[in-house]
């Protein structure tokens, strides 16, 4: 029970890495609120999470909205211990074919949208809360047809080293998990079949060290050692957890 008399806000805790995570902090003994944009799957979530759990619909790019269910949040389960800015969506923007409106919207989602449900969190934080953004492996590797979503996820890391300036005086971390490719509904098409699946795993597969996709948990067991006090000296800092893609030549 790492996590007894813990309260923690996770965005995008209706799905893949924010749900694993989500499942996690219940069983580690936190209570824990997410939100998402999805009413089915943040219902079906909560259900399946139990008594321990506050589901709010919230789109993170709507800055009152988020503001408000972080304050909802806060009035039924108390001031926050932890913070997983998680939310995120994947969106390609090749060079050739970008349009501004898909641009903009990956860099509002994944970096704007962090900012600002950061900034909001901050009145509902307790001291020595512990902040964890969501980074990404394509903010460091010359992936095509990212440039939005790298140049977002290289944003998060350097506004973590900043918050963490920021907000140390109250004692407050703010560190990045930075996942490669995990097994989440963010992949789309590309593991829309069992057969495409499989062919995703193995193209991934052979890019990773360690020969295999990331599952949820990968990341989730990562961000309870960044959440927990396990990591109390940690601050401003970027973990990477890609089964070794960034540390290849
Ligand atoms: P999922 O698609 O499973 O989850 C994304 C989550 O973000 C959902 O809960 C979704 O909820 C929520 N979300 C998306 N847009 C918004 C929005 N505007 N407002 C509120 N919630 C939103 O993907 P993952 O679990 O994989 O993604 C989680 C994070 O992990 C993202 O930041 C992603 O960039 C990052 N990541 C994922 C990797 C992977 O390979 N899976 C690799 C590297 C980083 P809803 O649909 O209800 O809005």
Do not use: C
């Amino acid at each position: 029970m790492r996590l007894a008399n813990k309260t923690a806000l996770i965005t995008g805790g209706n799905s893949g890495i924010g749900l694993a995570t989500a499942r996690l902090f219940v069983a580690e003994g936190a209570k824990v609120v997410i939100t998402g944009r999805n009413q089915a799957t943040l219902e079906a979530a909560a259900k399946a999470l139990g008594p321990n759990t506050l589901a709010l619909a919230a789109d993170a790019t709507d800055i009152a909205a988020t503001a408000a269910a972080i304050g909802k949040g806060a009035e039924k389960f108390g001031k926050y211990d932890i913070l997983f800015a998680n939310a995120g969506i994947a969106g390609g923007t090749p060079l050739g074919a970008a349009e501004i409106a898909t641009f903009e919207k990956v860099i509002s989602t994944n970096l704007t949208s962090v900012f600002f449900t950061v900034q909001s969190a901050l009145p509902h934080l307790n001291d020595n809360a512990s902040i964890i953004l969501n980074g990404s492996v394509i903010s460091v590797l010359g992936i095509p047809g990212y440039s939005a979503y790298g140049a977002a996820k290289a944003g998060v890391r350097a506004m973590a080293r900043i918050m963490a300036s920021e907000l140390s005086p109250r004692g407050i971390r703010v560190n990045v998990v930075a996942p490669g490719a995990i097994r989440t509904p963010i992949w789309g098409a590309a593991i829309a079949t069992p057969e495409a699946e499989k062919a995703f795993e193995k193209r991934i597969a052979l890019s990773t060290p360690l020969g295999r996709i990331g599952e949820p948990d990968h990341i989730a067991k990562t961000v309870l050692f960044l959440a927990s006090d396990d990591s109390a000296h940690v601050q401003g800092q970027e973990l990477f957890v890609d089964g070794g893609a960034t540390a290849s030549p």
